[in-house]
């Protein structure tokens, strides 16, 4: 497609459900981000995928948040057992994966945990 | 560890008028500088990318400068429009390849 597509763009689930958000990056980008934004909070760097290189998981907030990216294409990110503090949006992003590309942001998953 | 901010936190201009958005950051050992716009409810639209050795970059009213050595990017945007109004967001990309952002400067544009 001609941007980074998300889905679900929204999603309501009630406390301690799983759930699964999708990233499908631009084609040919070898860059993969997942960011969060909570309400009224600045973007928190989650984890960043880079080619077939082992993922940066540093900014994942606790062990019931997971990542993975098959096929160097479409990302897939886990929350299990969702608290309603994981409430946010959350944003993925790709490049072209070299320094000095300009990164491209999806519009986003809306998760509210109720 | 980078720290990026954004100051004010909140604009509001008349129509027509320029709007300046400062960015600083903490770090200078980064590869380059990107400025983003945030509408409600909506995801980043990239604006300008600035590489480290570059001083500038323009693309139709929008101007940004980057003074790498003093932490220092601002985002010109000439003669405003309602439509301009948005959330505007600075971004530091430096090793890691992982982006800093700052909290964003709110603007609004009135008519």
């Known amino acids: 497609g001609a941007g980074v597509s998300q889905s679900p763009s929204n999603k309501v689930t009630e406390k301690g459900k799983d759930v699964e958000l999708r990233c499908d990056p631009i084609?040919?980008?070898?860059?993969l981000y997942w960011y969060r934004q909570s309400l009224g909070q600045g973007l928190e760097f989650l984890i960043y995928?880079?080619?077939?290189?082992?993922?940066?998981k540093s900014g994942l907030p606790s062990d019931r948040f997971s990542a993975e990216r098959t096929g160097g294409s479409v990302s897939t990110l886990t929350i299990q057992r969702t608290q309603q503090e994981d409430s946010a949006v959350y944003l993925c992003?790709?490049?072209?994966?070299?320094?000095?590309?300009?990164?491209?942001f999806g519009e986003g998953s809306w998760l509210t945990v109720v | 560890k980078q720290e990026v901010t954004q100051i004010p936190a909140a604009l509001s201009v008349p129509e027509g008028e320029n709007l300046v958005l400062n960015c600083s950051f903490t770090d200078s050992a980064i590869y380059n500088l990107q400025w983003f716009r945030q509408d409600p409810g909506k995801g980043l639209t990239s604006l300008l990318l600035i590489q480290s050795s570059q001083r500038e970059q323009t693309s139709g009213r929008l101007n940004a400068s980057l003074d790498k050595s003093s932490g220092r990017s601002t985002l010109y945007i000439a003669a405003s429009q309602p439509g301009d109004s948005a959330t505007y967001l600075c971004a530091v990309i430096a090793a890691g390849n992982k982006l800093t952002f700052g909290g964003g400067t709110r603007v609004l544009v009135k008519p």
């Open positions: 992003a790709s490049s072209l994966g070299t320094t000095g590309n300009t990164i491209y």
């Open positions: 084609s040919g980008h070898t860059a």
């Open positions: 995928f880079q080619g077939n290189s082992a993922p940066d």
